[in-house]
């Protein structure tokens, strides 16, 4: 007998398996953050080889990124591409088994990493196994929504979403599977090749699938949380071919000042300061479109996730550009700066983006109305505020680290370590106080989903009458 899955099925277990990922790979953050400050937290314990640095640091990774993230993106696809396009997801039953392969995926993940599966590659640690599994997890869902797309009944010009949502899918299992090695047997690449290799893998899943579809999203929420039209179609194409154009060869600007030919360093520092470029085009089209409607963030939510991530999106674009230089780079690298500035993109922008997004599809997925106004503020404040406290914190930490070490060349390592204690401190604080951010947005997720009042469209905090000119279709 054939299932016959709601309207919605798809993006609600993507959201509600992204919600589990992002909670399990917090706390393994946590517990990495504690481990910094006190390494002997778990000497002595029968767990212990299980839970060391080293392992738990890539799962906090792993599930961050492939978990909640993508999870999240997931749903913001298959919510927002239908709308845009004017017809309904292609399958949903697709969309649902995507997700059983997207969380199996995670639950391996977390089980191979720890017990030390790891195949030592920056965001690439899973065994092969794993790999196809999350490569057909990004097929499927490509393949679903391209159908949507074939199907449309708006055939006139894309929406801008669109545009980033299905470049996102084209690019991205390619990135993925080049990254990850699957076309060379045996995972023939070594050495400095290799690093080279892991880099534009690295760098390229945050150009070519974190930033297209979080940029694309935002496109999507702005008109309907403002009532305004996108500031310029000219801008918002712009903005698209040029990061599409220009992404691709920076990842080597992770290995600057390395064992990597020069020639190769100087390409991926020239692209990347042209990385201004896209994101200057998007920045301005998106507080364009803000014009005369700032009033909103007093009592919008979703509004206060965007316009902020939008302001930590300029900052992680402009700062990342900048530390490629040669002679920032040899201050920054190796340093915590790297991580804080890892976290602006990751956290204080595009999961900020997802919450703005969460809050504003799950009324419309669920037929409820979000449960608590007052814990959507809760949520928003110990996000913003433990994430300030991890970036400033990390930051400093990152230049205190990098002058000392540049200041006595022949230093011990291990003392610009230790004089890390106190900003590691800092670091497990704003931790903890981000995971009661997080805490609070899932139950305010629970009580909607499971006692919220019934939802009518033009409810939700902030969102006012849609406009008519360059908006995206649909509820």
């Given at each position: 007998m054939r299932l016959r899955y709601r309207e919605g099925a798809a993006a609600r277990a993507f959201i509600y398996g992204g919600l589990f990922w992002m909670f399990l790979g917090m706390l393994f953050g946590l517990f990495a953050a504690l481990l910094m400050v006190w390494p002997d937290l778990i000497v002595g314990l029968p767990v212990l080889e299980y839970f060391t640095f080293g392992r738990v640091r890539p799962v906090h990774t792993n599930l961050v990124l492939f978990g909640w993230l993508t999870g999240a993106y997931f749903a913001t696809l298959f919510y927002m591409t239908p709308r845009v396009v004017?017809?309904?997801?292609?399958?949903?039953?697709?969309?649902?088994?995507?997700?059983?392969?997207?969380?199996?995926?995670?639950?391996?993940?977390?089980?191979?990493?720890?017990?030390?599966?790891?195949?030592?590659?920056?965001?690439?640690?899973?065994?092969?196994?794993?790999?196809?599994?999350?490569?057909?997890?990004?097929?499927?869902?490509?393949?679903?929504?391209?159908?949507?797309?074939?199907?449309?009944?708006?055939?006139?010009?894309?929406?801008?979403?669109?545009?980033?949502?299905?470049?996102?899918?084209?690019?991205?299992?390619?990135?993925?599977?080049?990254?990850?090695?699957?076309?060379?047997?045996?995972?023939?690449?070594?050495?400095v090749n290799d690093a080279i290799l892991n880099w534009f893998y690295g760098h390229n899943i945050l150009g070519y699938w974190f930033t297209p579809v979080g940029v694309g999203a935002v496109y999507y929420l702005l008109p309907k949380l403002t009532g305004n039209p996108i500031y310029s179609h000219k801008l918002s194409m712009i903005g698209f071919w040029s990061i599409f154009w220009v992404y691709g060869p920076t990842g080597a600007h992770h290995l600057v000042n390395g064992p990597v030919?020069?020639?190769?360093?100087?390409?991926?520092?020239?692209?990347?300061?042209?990385?201004?470029?896209?994101?200057?085009?998007?920045?301005?089209?998106?507080?364009?479109?803000?014009?005369?409607?700032?009033?909103?963030?007093?009592?919008?939510?979703?509004?206060?996730?965007?316009?902020?991530?939008?302001?930590?999106?300029?900052?992680?674009?402009?700062?990342?550009?900048?530390?490629?230089?040669?002679?920032?780079?040899?201050?920054?690298?190796?340093?915590?700066?790297?991580?804080?500035?890892?976290?602006?993109?990751?956290?204080?922008?595009?999961?900020?983006?997802?919450?703005?997004?969460?809050?504003?599809?799950?009324?419309?997925?669920?037929?409820?109305a979000i449960y608590s106004k007052a814990l959507q503020e809760w949520h928003f404040h110990l996000s913003l505020w433990g994430f300030l406290l991890m970036f400033v914190d990390l930051t400093i930490a990152g230049l205190v680290q990098g002058a000392f070490w540049a200041q006595n060349q022949s230093a011990n390592f291990i003392e610009g370590v230790a004089m890390m204690r106190p900003y590691y401190i800092l670091r497990a604080i704003s931790g903890a106080v981000i995971i009661l951010g997080q805490v609070v947005f899932g139950w305010n997720v629970f009580k909607t989903v499971t006692a919220g009042k019934p939802f009518e469209t033009g409810q939700a905090a902030g969102e006012v009458a849609p406009a008519q000119a360059a908006q995206p279709a649909g509820a």
């Open positions: 004017g017809s309904k997801l292609w399958s949903e039953g697709l969309g649902v088994f995507a997700a059983v392969l997207h969380n199996l995926a995670l639950a391996l993940t977390t089980v191979s990493l720890l017990a030390g599966g790891n195949v030592g590659r920056e965001y690439a640690e899973t065994p092969w196994y794993i790999k196809w599994i999350i490569t057909a997890t990004f097929l499927l869902v490509a393949v679903n929504l391209f159908m949507t797309v074939k199907n449309r009944t708006e055939k006139g010009e894309l929406y801008v979403s669109a545009w980033y949502f299905l470049g996102a899918l084209v690019t991205t299992p390619i990135i993925y599977a080049i990254g990850n090695q699957f076309l060379l047997p045996q995972n023939p690449v070594r050495g030919p020069y020639w190769v360093q100087t390409i991926a520092i020239a692209f990347s300061v042209m990385l201004i470029i896209p994101v200057w085009t998007v920045v301005t089209n998106f507080y364009g479109t803000m014009k005369g409607k700032w009033h909103l963030v007093r009592d919008s939510v979703p509004l206060k996730f965007l316009t902020t991530a939008i302001v930590f999106y300029f900052i992680t674009c402009f700062q990342g550009p900048m530390q490629s230089l040669r002679s920032v780079s040899a201050i920054t690298h190796f340093t915590n700066w790297v991580v804080g500035h890892a976290h602006v993109a990751l956290l204080g922008t595009f999961s900020f983006i997802m919450y703005a997004a969460i809050y504003y599809m799950l009324p419309r997925l669920t037929g409820r």
